[in-house]
């Protein structure tokens, strides 16, 4: 085997095991600069193969991790789960007088479940109701879950990532800086957005997730399957669907197919699924 593949190869067996992650054919640019960047980051002074090698061995495992997912995300990413958050499932959950316990499964830096909390304020104020939520954003990527907390994003001025019906401003303080250029904005979360999140290193891959059975009303698990095998996806939905309740609300990635657990849940909704039976 040549040389290039042989370490592909490696890199691909040890991803797999650490996170599930299927590296998928003509991966080989990404790979490469991604191990290269990852042999300078940690200033290894070895060969490509020594690093993998220590990798094997338990060294630089996160740093590894963290370098091969694939972190791309934005606020009020597939805008319609949003607005179905908020103009059915809160109402509904409402009339209950519940308190609402949200789930996002692979929150990357932060976009994501940061918009779920802006749409429960935004709802809050519409109602005119208090709502008791909780929001738990995990990923795998430590990195990732450092920037969310930190809750601080470069904005370009013309972004036209919030939606018409809220205000971004309402949510976000401006930060000054001096390396910014003129179209940029850099913007921090405000303190009652960021204490409604509780962020957490989590693998998906994992055996068991340390949720209750049935504990959450929504489950966001969008855009992470795909980076799974057929048969893994498979396996994180029912694993996911669990800690779902019964007439709970689970939301994927435009890409993503709920595969078998369709037999358990009902679509109501461009990949929006509400959970009727239980899995055995
Ligand atoms: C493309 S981002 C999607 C972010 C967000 N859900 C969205 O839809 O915009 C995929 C995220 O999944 C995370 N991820 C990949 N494998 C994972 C695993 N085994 N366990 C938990 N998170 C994982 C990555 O670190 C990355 O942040």
């Given at each position: 085997m040549d040389d290039t593949l042989h370490l592909h190869e490696k890199v691909k067996e040890l991803l797999y095991s650490f996170t599930g992650i299927t590296l998928t054919e003509n991966k080989d640019i990404m790979i490469s600069n991604r191990l290269h960047k990852l042999k300078r980051n940690a200033s290894f002074h070895g060969s490509l193969d020594d690093l993998l090698e220590a990798i094997k061995e338990g060294n630089y495992k996160t740093e590894f991790i963290n370098a091969f997912t694939t972190n791309k995300t934005h606020f009020f990413r597939e805008e319609f789960h949003f607005a179905d958050l908020k103009n059915r499932v809160l109402p509904e959950l409402l009339k209950h007088n519940q308190d609402v316990k949200l789930y996002?499964?692979?929150?990357?830096?932060?976009e994501e479940p940061y918009s779920m909390a802006m749409t429960i304020l935004e709802t809050q104020e519409e109602l005119g109701k208090k709502i008791n939520a909780t929001i738990i954003a995990t990923d795998i990527d430590t990195n990732v879950l450092q920037y969310a907390a930190n809750g601080i994003y470069r904005f370009s001025?013309?972004?036209?990532?919030?939606?018409?019906?809220?205000?971004p401003q309402k949510y976000f303080k401006k930060r000054v800086e001096k390396?910014?250029?003129?179209?940029e904005i850099l913007i921090k979360v405000k303190p009652e957005l960021q204490k409604m999140v509780t962020f957490q290193v989590m693998n998906?891959?994992?055996?068991?997730?340390?949720f209750a059975k049935n504990q959450f009303d929504v489950v966001f698990c969008r855009?992470?399957?795909?980076?799974?095998?057929a048969i893994d996806q498979e396996k994180i939905l029912f694993r996911l669907f669990r800690?779902?309740?019964?007439g709970g609300t689970l939301y994927i990635g435009h890409s993503e197919s709920p595969g078998k657990l369709e037999a358990y849940v009902r679509r109501i909704g461009q990949n929006i699924f509400i959970k009727e039976k239980e899995v055995s």
């Open positions: 996002c499964s692979a929150s990357s830096t932060g001025k013309s972004s036209k990532e919030f939606p018409s019906w809220l205000k390396n910014l250029a003129s179209e998906l891959n994992d055996a068991n997730y340390p855009n992470v399957l795909i980076y799974f095998s800690h779902l309740k019964i």
